[in-house]
């Protein structure tokens, strides 16, 4: 079939390319978009005055506190009940800080005040009933945090002194409480600039290179606004970059409540056409998978030598390079399973769209055009509208022997390939 190429604005201009070349070039070499994870909250110390010792202990350890305490001789206070904290309640501070309990004790006789006490063995008990254990042998503690996947949190892992060692009243215990070990980090390998020939304008690059800059606001503000570039998009691939916007901002700009607008969209698509949207999607599918294995996990990049390139195909080469009408032409080259079309651009001006198939890695189509039309170039397109850079192949009159079979085509036919719009 012959058909005259429509001119498209969206394809490359000689001033777009250099601009295009500038910038994506520059992206080509930063390879990847670096995310910071936020920083962990603050911890709120809760008001634990007036509670038992071991209740208040429980709690603080809960949060992922450690605790330091002194006895302090009173007989208007039951015994092991929390006098007073430092720091106070209220205060914010960070995972793992001490907070010191001053805790109440019976008034001892001065004969029973050098009385030697034996440390019980509290390894096992939940931390409350250790320290309701020591405390009730007038016996201070200080708790340090051990992570553990082994047993309970707020379990006794360790204590020193031993258990049966003798010591001196109000002589302090180390309890190692078992906490939960930390989440493994949820590393995300991100996704690599689009190469030079990457066409300008059209709304899939727009989202694409927004996704590159870590903008991912600026993206999901263009999805949902009206008369913005992004709303070219059609309703799946808005969609896309819609989830893709949301789960951004879940993994790496604090707002995690995005989470659930990711897992709608990810579980309403299927793999889309299209080099750069089947990079974005993948991505969005990385995303949304790690969350689900590991929503506590924090997000990080990858190393950026494991950056993902979209699969956009390129043409290497042509089997053969010249021939009659009729030819089996050979396309070698990569991601040749995204490409969608196969043009074929004729000197005068029309443009062929023969049927490709695929064999191996390769492409095989039927070259169309009459004996003697020379030079022709033959493109692939992908989705999105991409269309990489052809080759050249010469149709010689099959009545008029070719001077070298198989070697490039003939220099001075047709000149920009894909011609310029």
């Known amino acids: 079939m012959m058909r005259r190429r429509q001119s498209s604005p969206d394809l490359l201009t000689p001033r777009n390319l250099v601009a295009a070349v500038a910038i994506l070039a520059l992206l080509f070499i930063a390879g990847f978009v670096v995310f910071r994870p936020t920083p962990a909250e603050e911890i709120e110390v809760p008001n634990v005055v007036g509670l038992g010792a071991g209740e208040a202990t429980a709690q603080l ?33 960070d995972v793992a800080s001490r907070v010191l309990l001053q805790i109440a004790r019976e008034a001892t006789a001065s004969a029973s005040d050098s009385a030697e006490v034996m440390v019980p063995d509290v390894v096992g008990m939940q931390v409350e ?28 892992v360790g204590q020193d002194p031993e258990a049966d060692t003798t010591v001196g009243p109000g002589s302090s215990v180390r309890l190692e409480v078992a906490d939960e070990p930390a989440p493994a980090a949820n590393v995300i390998a991100w996704i690599l600039a689009l190469p030079p020939d990457a066409p300008p304008g059209p709304p899939e690059f727009q ?70 949207n089947v990079a974005a999607y993948d991505l969005l599918r990385r995303l949304v998978e790690a969350h689900r294995s590991n929503p506590a996990g924090e997000f990080s990049e990858a190393d950026p ?45 029309g443009v062929d769209d023969p049927t490709a198939q695929p064999d191996g890695d390769s492409l095989i189509f039927t070259m169309g055009g009459s004996p003697g039309d020379g030079q022709v170039c033959v493109a692939i397109v992908a989705g999105d509208q991409w269309e990489a850079a052809g080759h050249l192949f010469d149709i010689v009159d099959p009545l008029i022997p070719a001077s070298q079979p198989g070697t490039s085509a003939l220099p001075g036919g047709i000149g920009e390939c894909p011609p310029e719009s």
Request: a negative charge; aromatic letters at 6%.
């Open 207 to 276: 989202g694409y290179q927004h996704l590159l800059d870590g903008t991912c606001q600026l993206l999901a503000d263009g999805v949902a606004t009206e008369d913005h570039d992004l709303q070219g998009l059609d309703e799946e691939t808005g969609g896309l970059y819609g989830g893709l916007a949301a789960a951004c901002l879940a993994a790496f700009h604090g707002q995690p409540d995005r989470w659930a607008d990711a897992d709608a969209v990810f579980d309403g698509l299927g793999p889309p056409d299209g080099c750069v």
């Open 305 to 349: 030598s494991v950056a993902h390139a979209p699969p956009c195909p390129t043409i290497s080469a042509l089997e053969p390079t010249q021939g009659p009408p009729g030819t089996q032409v050979r396309i070698l080259g990569t991601n040749l399973d995204q490409v969608l079309k196969i043009f074929v651009y004729f000197e005068n001006g």
């Open 61 to 93: 350890v809960d949060l992922g506190l450690q605790v330091d305490t002194e006895h302090v001789e009173r007989a208007d206070q039951a015994p092991g009940t929390v006098l007073g904290q430092e720091p106070p309640a209220g205060t914010a501070v």
């Open 129 to 156: 009933a250790a320290v309701e254990a020591l405390d009730g042998l007038g016996l201070a503690y200080v708790t340090e945090r051990i992570a553990r996947d082994d047993v309970a949190p707020g379990t006794v």
